[in-house]
């Protein structure tokens, strides 16, 4: 695999936090910049130079960030993970690491958090249903617990597992449309270790609300959006392709890869566009072309190169 290593930008390159919180200089600023100490928020101005950041777009106003959520541990609407989830105690925290390790663990979230630290991800972020976000993350990068952890030879996969508490996740406690509980996720062992992996315990300078995955959760911002498992409690290094949650529920729809491509349709709609959530207005919608990759082709389509793109959807 080819090395990557996420950039960091000059100190002239931050903005005040003051400016952080304020809406016009929101719209007018990218996030960038590696976290001085605990979670507060550092920005890259949107006029200096990109600095090869794999996200320079404008942060998705943080009130649709965390307020226009798929989280069916809580509920099928966008509005319900926010609505329903202020009886969810993400605190105290432990992660199971185990596996094909050689050091497997029980990690406490503050241990963790001690450990291996945070940084700042400004990332776009692509949902199945043809809908984008820009993301400002804080956290580190899985590849550094997995590299701690010691992986074994003949390791090939990482398996996600999340929380089960149906007395406080309403959406866990069947109905009409259910998932399989726990929900699991899973990722090939070299798409796990890229640096743009991303263990998330933050966004917007802050510690992860409920609805966003709370206390800590996936990201891997050239893969749809329903990869990034929230609330994780288990990571198992393995030699066996896991299972996954919505593969398990349609998979002629949601593949193990989730590649965003737009040349590969979802089998009821076009992947082609897709709408720009906290732009547009009433009466026209936003939309752009979607990328390849989420447009991080340059760093990760070497890990599938002489793969159909179309099969291994």
């Known amino acids: 695999m080819a090395v990557y290593r996420y950039p960091r930008p000059a100190s002239s390159d931050i903005t005040p936090r003051r400016l952080f919180f304020s809406r016009r200089a929101l719209l007018g600023t990218a996030v960038g910049g590696v976290l001085a100490g605990g979670l507060k928020p550092v920005m890259a101005q949107a006029d200096a130079p990109a600095r090869g950041w794999p996200a320079a777009e404008t942060p998705t106003p943080r009130d649709d960030v965390t307020h226009y959520n798929n989280f069916y541990e809580f509920g099928m609407e966008k509005s319900d993970p926010a609505e329903l989830s202020g009886g969810f105690h993400p605190r105290p925290w432990q992660v199971q690491v185990d596996g094909l390790v050689e050091h497997p663990q029980v990690w406490d979230l503050d241990a963790l958090n001690a450990r291996f630290g945070h940084e700042d991800r400004l990332y776009r972020m692509r949902c199945v249903e043809a809908w984008s976000m820009v993301i400002p993350w804080q956290g580190f990068e899985l590849g550094a617990l997995l590299r701690a952890a010691g992986v074994k030879a003949g390791a090939k996969y990482v398996a996600f597992t999340s929380v089960v508490r149906p007395s406080e996740m309403p959406g866990q406690r069947g109905g009409l449309f259910s998932l399989r509980w726990p929900y699991v996720e899973g990722l090939r062992l070299d798409e796990a270790m890229h640096p743009l992996t991303l263990l998330a315990t933050g966004v917007y300078g802050e510690a992860l609300p409920a609805q966003n995955g709370a ?32 593969n398990q529920m349609a998979p002629d729809e949601y593949g193990f890869y989730a590649n965003v491509n737009p040349d590969v349709d979802h089998p009821r709609w076009s992947q082609s566009s897709e709408q720009i959530i906290g732009e547009g207005s009433l009466f026209r919608t936003a939309r752009r072309p979607t990328r390849l990759f989420n ?15 179309r099969k291994d959807f």
């Open 295 to 309: 447009g991080y082709a340059e760093q990760v389509a070497g890990l599938y190169r002489g793969m159909d793109l």
């Open 215 to 246: 206390p800590i959760r996936l990201v891997v911002p050239w893969k749809y959006g329903f990869k990034g498992i929230k609330s994780i409690t288990r990571i198992t290094v393995t030699d066996q392709q896991p299972p996954t949650s919505w």
